[in-house]
């Protein structure tokens, strides 16, 4: 089900919330006013792998102004191989609430 939802603010905080269909949508477009978040996922390098890089993601949402300082610190990161499904790679990552995992195997070369 889809629907079109309108938020009004008024001075910094939520006034009105209207056209959603659901209890859940409604909260979620307040979510998406006040605190946008969004799953990271990217690719990381690999040392010594059968493949140069392996796809990675949040295990939850992340505040929207902390992607790109995210971004950046994916980039320089390296693990060695081999690589598992669900490997964690990084564990609260700029202090903040979330895994990194991975996404797909690597083998070692």
Same mark, same amino acid.
């Given at each position: 089900?889809?629907?079109?939802?309108?938020?009004?603010?008024? *001075?910094?905080?939520?006034?009105?919330?209207?056209?959603?269909?659901?209890?859940?949508?409604?909260?979620?477009?307040?979510?998406?006013?006040?605190?946008?978040?969004?799953?990271?996922?990217?690719?990381?390098?690999?040392?010594?792998?059968?493949?140069?890089?392996?796809?990675?993601?949040?295990?939850?949402?992340?505040?929207?102004?902390?992607?790109?300082?995210?971004?950046?610190?994916?980039?320089?990161?390296?693990?060695?191989?081999?690589?598992?499904?669900?490997?964690?790679?990084?564990?609260?990552?700029? *202090?903040?609430?979330?895994?990194?995992?991975?996404?797909?195997?690597?083998?070692?070369?």
């Amino acid at each position: 089900m889809g629907c079109t939802v309108e938020v009004e603010i008024e *001075n910094g905080k939520v006034k009105e919330v209207s056209g959603h269909k659901c209890p859940r949508g409604k909260e979620w477009a307040i979510e998406e006013v006040i605190s946008p978040k969004r799953v990271v996922m990217s690719v990381i390098k690999v040392k010594d792998g059968k493949l140069p890089t392996v796809s990675v993601k949040t295990d939850r949402p992340v505040p929207k102004e902390k992607i790109p300082e995210l971004m950046k610190l994916l980039a320089k990161i390296e693990v060695k191989a081999p690589v598992e499904v669900g490997q964690v790679i990084l564990e609260k990552p700029l *202090n903040l609430d979330v895994k990194v995992v991975a996404t797909r195997e690597v083998d070692s070369a």
